[in-house]
């Protein structure tokens, strides 16, 4: 038996699983939250006010916890413009456009593509080892999103021929929150999640406005005519799909790593099934019941450990034969 790497769970880690899970739970929601804006606002318009009410949430957290705003340096800076860019802009564009094209549940399932991107992102970038079943759960993920975006039920997609752009849209998110999660490391370590947070969705909050500005997209007749339902899915995607459930996932990445943290995603398409079929009366068919089933299995299998703890506490890897 050889020693391997330490960074295996252990029980003072539960607490950081339980945070994850309610968090990625929370993402699921997000799924029929935009479904119920979609008809209402533009994507752009639409996304602007979601981290409009972020921003302000994070302020005011920050406030009442008379937490300052840490001055970032100047290499700072550069990394938060790139995570606001591609986590709050880039990934939320995609988002709101892509419902326009497909449902909540379809679009939830291919965002479950991200442990296994962030996972295979990990090798390329960072030499990160991945073992056989890591590299197995990565093709396991890969096949069961591919059956969930090349599915065409007449039912589902009837009248819109235009689908394929909605799973190419939200491929974008998947690429968005890679990014997102893999080049937080530094920034978490040295400003801490709710600083990294606050600041990257400041700035992503920035370059959404100015894009909708210049857009022309700035409607507040249709703001104003929005109804209680369109309200409360505003204020659940900006106050607890954005603001906390943000800190609360990158705390996670601290704590435990993106690869790991990761892997609490395969709960964010069940709860956007759920919640689809029983808000929005959404159809799945078997193959992207079929399609999900995979992913998760994939997922586990990305995630499942390969060390045991021996009697001193040092964790030993298993031979294999």
């Not at 997000?30 to 804006?37: D, I, K």
């Not at 009837?158 to 530094?186: H, R, T």
């Not at 209680?228 to 996932?249: K, P, R």
């Amino acid at each position: 038996m050889t020693i391997c790497d330490q960074s295996q769970s252990n029980p003072s880690d539960v607490p950081v699983y339980l945070k994850l899970a309610v968090v990625t739970m929370i993402w699921g929601g997000t799924f029929v939250a935009g479904r119920f804006l979609a008809d209402s606002l533009s994507p752009l318009f639409a996304a602007s006010l979601r981290f409009l009410l972020a921003s302000a949430a994070l302020l005011l957290f920050l406030l009442l916890a008379r937490v300052p705003l840490t001055r970032p340096s100047a290499r700072q800076w550069l990394q938060l413009v790139v995570l606001g860019f591609f986590g709050i802009c880039f990934y939320n564009l995609c988002f709101f456009y892509g419902l326009h094209y497909i449902n909540a549940s379809r679009a939830s399932l291919i965002v479950a593509l991200n442990p296994a991107v962030i996972g295979l992102a990990s090798w390329l970038l960072f030499k990160e080892r991945l073992s056989r079943s890591k590299v197995a759960g990565i093709a396991i993920c890969i096949a069961g999103a591919s059956l969930v975006i090349i599915s065409r039920n007449p039912q589902l997609l009837a009248g819109n021929a235009d689908a394929w752009i909605g799973d190419l849209l939200i491929l974008g998110c998947v690429l968005g929150w890679g990014v997102y999660s893999l080049f937080s490391k530094e920034l978490n370590r040295d400003l801490g999640p709710v600083q990294t947070v606050t600041w990257s969705i400041l700035l992503g909050t920035f370059m959404l406005w100015v894009t909708a500005a210049v857009r022309g997209e700035l409607n507040m007749a249709a703001l104003s005519s929005l109804g209680l339902q369109q309200w409360l899915s505003l204020v659940y995607l900006g106050v607890l799909g954005s603001a906390l459930a943000y800190i609360g996932y990158y705390d996670g990445i601290r704590k435990i790593g993106a690869t790991r943290s990761g892997v609490f995603i395969a709960l964010n398409p069940l709860t956007a099934v759920i919640l689809g079929a029983l808000m929005l009366d959404e159809q799945l068919t078997r193959v992207m019941c079929l399609g999900g089933g995979l992913i998760l299995v994939g997922i586990f299998l990305c995630n499942k450990p390969l060390a045991r703890v021996g009697k001193k506490g040092i964790l030993y890897r298993r031979r294999t034969n």
